[in-house]
């Protein structure tokens, strides 16, 4: 059963970046069907998506984030993260790492989702 | 971006109701779309993918129809577990999209 584990601070200053991990466990990183990557929910808000990796290095991203955001893989730690710069409030929110799975047929779907960590930006 | 909107935002139904919900798309989407559910202080789980495929382990109460633009989650008999928030997410292209959600309240 894969798992997957957010880590990072919970409080980050504005304007400062934003870094979180995500620990895979029950599986490995460099599945070539796995894409990784990171959704965020504002409080009493909906969900955002935030973007996307492969193990292979091939990134996707929100176009609202992209100048801001980068995500990265490490395979020897079965990792992958997120770097979100010059923060606001407006990027407070609940962070969830997921794995979005490719399945037969050209069908994609995320299955996965660790817990979701909160970070809160705030001096 | 293709845009979601799910429909309601909030619905009250009681224990053994039928309770639909739908997405629209602002583009085809085929049928790449999914259905989660998040229940208060947790992550949201996968309840069909792909419009009407049952992810392993939910109850067959849970059903998905639609195509192209539009699509619907049925429950077909509310259960007390599933009063939680519900939504769509379109996996057609990036970026990934959600509608806004429906929260499903007891009535």
């Known amino acids: 059963q894969l798992q997957l584990q957010e880590s990072g601070p919970g409080l980050v200053k504005p304007s400062e970046t934003l870094s979180l991990s995500c620990t895979v466990s029950?599986?490995?990183?460099?599945?070539?069907?796995?894409?990784w990557g990171w959704i965020r929910q504002p409080p009493g808000k909906g969900l955002e998506w935030i973007g996307t990796?492969?193990?292979?290095?091939?990134?996707y991203y929100d176009p609202s984030l992209k100048s801001r955001v980068t995500m990265s893989v490490d395979t020897s730690k079965n990792q992958f993260s997120l770097k979100l710069t010059s923060v606001t409030a407006a990027d407070t929110a609940v962070y969830y790492c997921?794995?979005?799975?490719?399945?037969?047929?050209?069908?994609?779907?995320?299955?996965?989702w660790g817990q979701g960590t909160l970070v809160t930006v705030s001096s | 971006a293709i845009q979601m909107t799910q429909s309601p935002s909030s619905l009250s139904a009681s224990v053994g109701d039928r309770v639909t919900i739908t997405c629209r798309a602002s583009?085809?989407?085929?049928?790449?779309l999914g259905w989660y559910q998040q229940k208060p202080g947790e992550a949201p789980k996968l309840l069909i993918y792909?419009?009407?495929n049952l992810q392993s382990g939910v109850p067959s109460r849970f059903s998905g129809s639609g195509s192209g633009t539009d699509f619907t989650l049925t429950i077909s008999s509310l259960q007390p577990e599933d009063f939680a928030t519900y939504f769509c997410?379109?996996?057609?292209?990036?970026?990934?999209?959600f509608g806004g959600g429906t929260k499903v309240e007891i009535k």
């Open positions: 583009q085809d989407i085929r049928n790449d």
């Open positions: 997921t794995r979005r799975h490719r399945a037969g047929s050209g069908i994609y779907y995320i299955d996965y």
């Open positions: 997410l379109q996996d057609f292209n990036y970026p990934l999209t």
């Open positions: 029950g599986g490995s990183i460099s599945s070539s069907s796995s894409y």
């Open positions: 990796i492969h193990y292979g290095g091939s990134t």
């Open positions: 792909a419009v009407s």
